[in-house]
Nanobody, 123 residues
Framework: EVTLVESGGGLVQAGGSLRLSCGASGFVFDDFAIGWFRQAPGEERQGVSCINDSGDTTYYTDSVKGRFAISTNNARNTIYLEMNNLKPEDTAVYYC????????????????WGRGTQVTVSS
């Protein structure tokens, strides 16, 4: 069974930083595409950062470029999202995903989702 579990969310002031983690079990995720998505209340789920299955292409949505960084630790089967200079508009539930297809632009995933972790940025 494929399982993804996010952690590291919380409440932070604007300008602060958080590091989200996504622990994966049940598969070898370096053979799959991976990504981080977010959903704010009343809005559609948005792709934040994605890495394709071959690991040679990384995508960031424009609003987080230069502030967020996605990375992986294959030995620990963990995906990270380092978030710096956080803004109130970054407030959302953040989800990780992994699978055969993980597309940030369309927020389409053929695979598995975690349950999410709340990130709240106060002004």
């Amino acid at each position: 069974e494929v399982t993804l579990v996010e952690s590291g969310g919380g409440l932070v002031q604007a300008g602060g930083s958080l590091r989200l983690s996504c622990g994966a079990s049940g598969f070898v995720f370096d053979d799959f595409a991976i990504g981080w998505f977010r959903q704010a209340p009343g809005e559609e789920r948005q792709g934040v950062s994605c890495i394709n299955d071959s690991g040679d292409t990384t995508y960031y949505t424009d609003s987080v470029k230069g502030r967020f960084a996605i990375s992986t630790n294959n030995a620990r089967n963990t995906i990270y999202l380092e978030m710096n200079n956080l803004k109130p508009e970054d407030t959302a539930v953040y989800y990780c995903a992994a699978g055969a297809v993980v597309d940030c632009r369309s927020a389409y995933v053929l695979g598995s989702w975690g349950r999410g972790t709340q990130v709240t940025v106060s002004s």
